[in-house]
Each structure stands twice: as structure tokens, then as C-alpha cells.
């Protein structure tokens, strides 16, 4: 059987059965959006197999056929393409739009296959991959399943995070719905942004995102014990972290959690590459790391990378903002200039100038002569002497900047 003949177009169903409930003709023009002389033209040029001005109650068959040339007629086509087109199938025209399609490298109607379930798909692909011996060629498949080709088909590693599992989302609402009210100190006064992201949910956002499902939960008891257990210890702390402003305490214990749950996955991608199970990972010569174990003293050291968030569509830069909180490595995007903007001055300029480093070269800007820095002075200078040049003034009489 050719390919052409395995899908072919095919009638619908409602071509061989009735409906109990027909559509009047004025309840199915307002539910098509179609106009009693859209249809009416259409009899006229042959693409319907009746009238439908003189049918007073609309059939399945009637409103599926309906459907089928409205799509045609709406598709820009020119009326001799559409004659071409429909000069190939049968009258009545019952063919579900859904599911048939014109292939024009064909030359031919088909009939679209039925829609695959995507986790389906997905596990047959790897499943695919695994028995070839070449399931390595495939990222997602060393990230979910290291050390696979040594271990039981069954066994599948548990990396299920705290956000898959369980949230205090109503303390984090009520929370999230008080901090609207905080002005002072707030990044919402710094600009107004219309999709400002509260800063507690995306602290709780980040947090849930980078520890491990397992943190609180406790090592004696049964199953439901220790997942009672562990949903009411993460729901305690996680309270107490997303309190805006937050207390210093909680949040470096969150730090803790973070770099001790990053160390962990670090260290086993050091084993998986040991063992050969997957390439070598690029902050290995990144860090120049040669140990056998990442800790978490060794991220802080900067001997290892932190965990690296990435907002694509940052906006206000909240999430970033609690990133960098949280002691990650933030990075932060947005096709605004004015959302850019935004970020640089609560991301970049506070760290880069609020407490600059007298050690790192163009951290810490023009002084004056008490050693003290005067960025604010430094742009003044500048602007002055380019906008009074351009004006033909002196720098003293360029003072309308101000």
C-alpha cells in the first residue's frame, strides 16, 4: 500500500449518523461566524453538496461540510485552485477539517494521523535510544538517566525537587498579597513596572526549584509518616523564608540547603564521567577542579560554580533579584530596553558600586581627594562637558543639566 493510499482522506463519521439536537440556520451562523451569502455563493460555485438557504435545520453532515468549505474559502486560495482541489473528492464534502489536510507535494488529499500522546512519544524515543547502545548521543537522556547502561532497566534516579512536591501556597499568597503594601526600600519604587513578580514567591519559586523534594523529610517511620513529616517541616521554614524583608539568619540557612543540594548533583556528574557514563562536564576545566567530591565549601570558595538561574523574559528582575539572594549565579534577559534598564540598576549596579572592591580594577570609579567615590559627581562631569561643547558653552555655564 503506498503512502498516498494508506491516507487518503477519509468521510467523517457524521456522514453516516444524524444528530438528535440540528442546528437552526440563524444558531449556526452565529456560532461559525459565517453569513447566510458567504454560504449561498459557495452553492452557487458547486462546493456544496446542497442548499443551504433552503435548509431550515442543520445536520451534522450539513455543519461538518459547512466547516470543511469555510476553510477552504477563508484560506486565500483562488476559486480555480479550490475547484482543482475539491475535483478529487467526493461529494458530500464531509470531511473533518481537523484531520484532513491538502499535500500539495502530493498533489493530493490526505487524512492527517490521529494526535500521539507526548509523553508517549517521548518515552518510546528513549526507550529507542537505550537498546541502541546510543542513548549518550541524547542530552536529556544523560541528564535524567546516568549510570543507566549499568543499572536495571527499572531503576530510574530520583531528582524530584521541593517545587514538584509541596509548597505553603497560601502563607506564601498572604505574604506575596502584604508585600504590595511595602514601599520604602522595595525595587517597586524604583520604576514602575506593570508585571512586577511579588519577591517571596519568586524567593519560594527559587528555593523549591533548587532543593531536592527529600531535604525535610525525616529518616525513621513509615512512608506516609515521613512525607507528613517532611511536607510539614518544608512548609515551616519555607514560611519563615519568604517574609518579606526576610530575616539574614533564614536566608543563609536557605544558601546552605542550595549549595549542599548544587554539591551533590555536582559530584555526581564527576562519577557519572569517572565511570564513563557521560561526557566531561565543562566546569571541570572551567574551576580547573581535580578532587574526587564537590562540597559546598568549595562552591563557596569559588572552586566549583554556584547553581545558575536563567530568566529569560526577566522583566522587573525579580526572580534574578532572589537568585542572587539565595547565592546563585543569576543571569537575567529582556528584549525592553526600559526592562533592561531595570535590571541593571537592581542587579548589577547595586553589587557593582554599592560596596566597591578597592583591589578589583574599574569596580570602584573616579575619587576625589579623600579617596571617597564619587559616581555621582562622575556622570555630572561627563554630561557636562559634552552637552556644553555641543551647545557652544563653557562647562561652568552648563549647569541646566541639573
Known amino acids: 500500500m503506498t503512502r498516498v493510499a494508506e491516507h487518503a482522506a477519509r468521510h467523517s463519521g457524521a456522514l453516516y449518523q444524524g444528530t438528535l439536537f440540528p442546528s437552526a440556520q440563524e444558531q449556526f451562523i452565529a456560532e461559525v461566524f459565517v453569513s447566510a451569502d458567504e454560504m449561498g455563493s459557495w452553492h452557487r460555485k458547486g462546493w456544496l453538496s446542497f442548499d443551504p438557504l433552503t435548509v431550515a435545520d442543520y445536520d451534522e453532515k450539513e455543519r461538518v461540510e459547512l466547516l470543511f468549505i469555510r476553510g477552504l474559502a477563508r484560506s486565500g486560495l483562488s476559486d480555480a485552485m479550490i475547484n482543482r482541489m475539491l475535483s478529487s473528492l467526493k461529494k458530500p464534502y464531509c470531511y473533518d477539517p481537523s484531520t484532513t ?60 525537587r521541593l517545587i514538584e512536591d509541596y ?129 559546598m565549601d568549595d562552591i563557596a570558595a569559588g572552586r566549583a560554580p554556584r547553581p545558575r538561574v536563567l530568566d529569560m523574559f526577566a522583566g522587573g528582575g525579580a526572580i534574578p533579584l532572589e537568585a542572587l539572594r539565595l547565592g546563585c549565579e543569576a543571569y537575567a534577559l529582556d528584549l525592553n530596553p526600559v526592562a533592561h534598564i531595570i535590571q541593571l540598576c537592581t542587579l548589577v549596579y547595586p553589587q557593582k558600586y554599592g560596596k566597591p572592591d578597592t583591589s578589583a580594577r574599574g569596580m570602584t570609579g573616579p575619587k576625589n581627594e579623600k579617596g571617597e567615590t564619587t559616581w555621582g559627581g562622575w556622570p555630572m562631569r561627563c554630561a557636562t562637558g559634552v552637552i556644553g561643547l555641543r551647545r557652544g558653552l563653557g562647562p561652568r555655564s552648563a549647569t541646566f543639566i541639573r
Not at 518510546?124 to 549510570?147: S, T, V
Not at 506516609?224 to 540557612?253: D, H, W
Open 101 to 160: 489536510s491538502f499535500s500539495f507535494v502530493e498533489n493530493c488529499w490526505i487524512s492527517l494521523p490521529p494526535e500521539r500522546d507526548q509523553a508517549d512519544v517521548t518515552n518510546k524515543y528513549l526507550d529507542g535510544r537505550i537498546e541502541n547502545q546510543d542513548w549518550m548521543r541524547c542530552a536529556c537522556c544523560r541528564a535524567r538517566f546516568p549510570k543507566l547502561l549499568k543499572m536495571p532497566r527499572t531503576i530510574v534516579i530520583d531528582d524530584k
Open 167 to 295: 509548597l505553603p501556597i497560601v502563607a506564601i499568597s498572604a505574604e506575596a498579597s502584604r508585600e504590595k503594601s511595602v514601599r520604602k526600600g522595595h525595587i517597586s519604587t524604583l520604576h514602575l513596572w506593570w508585571a512586577r513578580r511579588p519577591l517571596v514567591a519568586c524567593r519560594a519559586a527559587v528555593y523549591g526549584a533548587l532543593v531536592p523534594a527529600s531535604r525535610f523529610v525525616p529518616n525513621g517511620g513509615s512512608d506516609e509518616q515521613k512525607k507528613s513529616l517532611g511536607r510539614a517541616n518544608s512548609a515551616k521554614f519555607v514560611k519563615a523564608l519568604c517574609m518579606y524583608p526576610g530575616e539574614p539568619r533564614t536566608i543563609q540557612e536557605a544558601q546552605r540547603h542550595i549549595l549542599i543540594a548544587h554539591a551533590d548533583r555536582l559530584t555526581q556528574e564527576l562519577a557519572d564521567w569517572k565511570a564513563g557514563n557521560m561526557p566531561k562536564p565543562g566546569w571541570v576545566d572551567e574551576f580547573k577542579f581535580s578532587g574526587a567530591r564537590v562540597t
